[in-house]
């Protein structure tokens, strides 16, 4: 197969079909495209298509996970200071035009033209980069793996909504604190972390710090509400109680039940 000269300017074949395929998804119905229109706006022949995939659904397959990778490669990390990381993440994702764009491409394999293939292959890919950016052991424990299926969920909504979100919302909405929280939360319901005891601290550091937070009238009640504070720090108790036994049914991890009474020391 004859490959582009380097100067030349032309990229290459591989990348023309791929973005070809996004254009003709933007346009038509994903069971409407066929190999002829792929070759015809790539400009390549057939051979050239049929060299790097058997059918159309592999070029599918290749556009969305490149799209995924490239968002996943770009992610930074999260620090100890969620609110940081969060803004960090949403500029990232939507101050920087190539995230953006695979973000807006990615949005069309739930939208109005997607097929049930796409929608598999989307799930799948970001399910792979999500385990892949948050270091996630792919031996996770049965509640880790529904938290993370319900995870992907929720990012799909969001790209399914997307095309409406990205036309009435801003980055500084995007970055507000209470989003932090969410964002946080995601990552540490599916990590080996603590997530309630985590998740109780943040929620109350936000709830100090945010005067416009959503969530303020909770905040008031913790603060008005004594019986109501002992009724949160019970229940968290008893989740770390029930995730420690659980630990210890797995033999990943050793040691006493949390206490009774030990929800007073998350804050």
């Known amino acids: 197969m004859s490959r582009p000269r380097q100067d030349s300017g032309q990229l290459p074949a591989t990348v023309r079909m791929e973005n070809s395929f996004w254009k003709l998804l933007s346009e038509r119905d994903y069971g409407k495209v066929t190999v002829t229109d792929i070759v015809d706006l790539a400009g390549v022949n057939r051979n050239s298509f049929y060299y790097h995939y058997c059918k159309l659904d592999n070029l599918a397959e290749s556009a969305i996970k490149h799209s995924v990778q490239s968002i996943n490669n770009s992610m930074p990390e999260f620090t100890a200071n969620p609110s940081r990381a969060w803004n960090g993440i949403v500029m990232q994702l939507l101050g920087v035009p190539s995230s953006r764009t695979n973000i807006d491409r990615l949005a069309l394999t739930v939208g109005p033209h997607t097929s049930p293939a796409l929608i598999q292959t989307v799930h799948d890919a970001l399910r792979e980069g999500f385990m892949q950016w948050q270091h996630l052991d792919p031996e996770m424990s ?66 100090e710090r945010g005067n416009e937070s959503l969530l303020k009238g909770i905040a008031a ?47």
């Open 142 to 207: 049965a509640t880790q793996d529904v938290l993370l299926e319900f995870s992907i969920g929720g990012l799909m909504a969001i790209l399914g909504m997307w095309p409406r979100l990205s036309k009435e919302t801003s980055l500084e909405q995007w970055s507000n604190l209470d989003a932090a929280v969410v964002a946080r939360t995601l990552y540490l319901s599916v990590s080996s972390n603590s997530m309630p005891s985590f998740w109780v601290q943040m929620f109350r550091n936000t709830l």
């Open 221 to 267: 009640a913790e603060t008005n509400d004594l019986d109501f504070k002992q009724q949160v720090d019970q229940l968290i108790t008893e989740l770390q109680a029930l995730q420690s036994g659980q630990q210890a049914d797995d033999g990943k991890t050793s040691g006493p039940t949390p206490s009774a009474g030990s929800g007073a020391n998350v804050r």
